[in-house]
């Protein structure tokens, strides 16, 4: 008969204890109107800055990333810090009074720094490179938008928004902010020691911007104020650059399909290389019936920096529908592999053409054959090429026409 395990069993219960504790006192807060600290770094707010000058006829917006830091003295206030800001694609819709976004590429991002910072959290954890208080997990705190003239409060269409994200169970979300951003205002003269909702920040043109903070739970379903600190960016974690396959979706479809189109299967992930953040994006690649895989690592700056390839030779036990385990035990036994001679990547190149020369250095494929026609006198002969110097070399695929065959987002995202 199976006895319980006593330590796993207090664990279980500690922890249900603490979440009734936690929910208690969110409780009792929501009943006295009391709400969260929130706390901005210097970048989010010039981040809204900077896009509320780049659209000033027009709503615009962003989505807010950062942390919730709970206090557990008896009195004490989760506080919610706000580090970053993510813009919207080019598929946002802005108008006088109207704006929407929440696109596949803002979620893309979110999850890239949410990666990192798990990442960092588990590499630096009780060291000076991350503070206690903040090995926390990275979360969506809610968006904010601009709107027109003096309207500083969230319209009925955001609030009906925001209890809609809130009642869906799969957000996983129990409090939103909802910061309004409107611009136009004279500057304030004097100072105030009152406690109030909204910062002023300074545009170029004389002008404030003015950001009104609010609040919305779950379970108070009701807009309420919240009170703003900004400090400097040197006094809060630092976000991850955006990595290259977050930011242009359409070159890691080019890649992919470009090495699908030459033959190879192919499985891309991210995976931490070097120890440090950022995280690398991969791929692995294999031909049928080849007895080895090729690894291609590229950073977050590709194509300006190279990337790296490696050999690994195929193995038992690989389940390739499980990218990350099958790049884990490819990686434990990968060998470098040495750019070919007569070969320098340069950023207009791919990873189709690296595969290419490396297949050709190690005596797997031969030099490419190709024709290049040229129009001579007569319309309708063309020269093929055979006399060509060894100069004058094509690319047996062309990435324009990959991108002309590209997929729109919906058949994108149902592919993937």
């Known amino acids: 008969m199976r006895t319980i395990d006593e330590p796993e069993f207090l664990k279980l219960m500690q922890m249900e204890f603490d979440h009734i504790r936690k929910r208690l006192r969110g409780m009792a807060m929501i009943s006295r109107g009391i709400v969260p600290n929130v706390v901005l770094s210097r970048r989010a707010v010039e981040r809204m800055l900077s896009a509320a000058n780049q659209f000033m006829a027009d709503e615009t917006g962003e989505a807010m ?240 920096s190279p990337p790296r390839a490696y050999k690994a030779p195929y193995i038992d036990d690989l389940d390739l529908m499980d990218p990350v385990d099958t790049f884990h035990k490819l990686w434990a036994v990968r060998e470098p592999i040495e750019a070919p001679l007569n070969w320098q990547w340069a950023g207009d190149k791919y990873l189709y053409q690296f595969v290419i020369a490396i297949e050709v250095d190690m005596g797997l494929r031969a030099p490419t054959s190709f024709t290049i026609p040229v129009q001579i006198e007569d319309d309708n002969a063309m020269y093929d090429g055979r006399d060509a110097r060894p100069g004058d070399s094509v690319s047996e695929l062309d990435p324009q026409s990959l991108a002309a065959g590209k997929p729109d987002d919906d058949q994108r995202a149902a592919g993937e």
């Open 65 to 304: 990333v950062g942390f919730v830091v709970e206090d557990d003295t008896p009195e004490g206030l989760p506080t919610i810090y706000v580090l970053d800001t993510i813009s919207p694609d080019e598929t946002a819709i802005r108008r006088s009074h109207t704006f929407q976004q929440g696109d596949a590429q803002q979620d893309e991002i979110i999850w890239w720094l949410q990666e990192n910072w798990h990442f960092h959290r588990e590499r630096h954890r009780g060291t000076n490179d991350l503070p206690a208080r903040f090995d926390v997990p990275l979360r969506y705190l809610g968006d904010w938008h601009k709107q027109p003239g003096s309207m500083i409060q969230p319209s009925h269409g955001d609030h009906m928004t925001a209890l809609s994200w809130l009642d869906d169970e799969e957000s996983g979300m129990d409090f939103l902010l909802v910061p309004i951003v409107t611009v136009g205002h004279l500057p304030n003269i004097g100072e105030t020691d009152l406690s109030v909702n909204y910062i002023n920040v300074p545009m170029e043109n004389g002008q404030v911007m003015r950001v009104d903070w609010w609040y919305v739970h779950r379970d108070v379903r009701v807009f309420q104020p919240i009170h703003p600190k900004v400090v400097p960016d040197d006094q809060l974690p630092q976000m991850m650059k955006y990595s290259w396959h977050v930011v242009d979706p359409d070159r890691l479809y080019i890649e992919t399909a470009a090495l699908e189109s030459d033959g190879l299967l192919v499985r891309r992930l991210l995976y931490e290389c070097d120890g440090e953040v950022p995280l690398e994006y991969c791929f692995y690649t294999i031909r049928q019936g080849s007895s080895f895989f090729l690894l291609f690592v590229t950073q977050h700056d590709y194509p300006q």
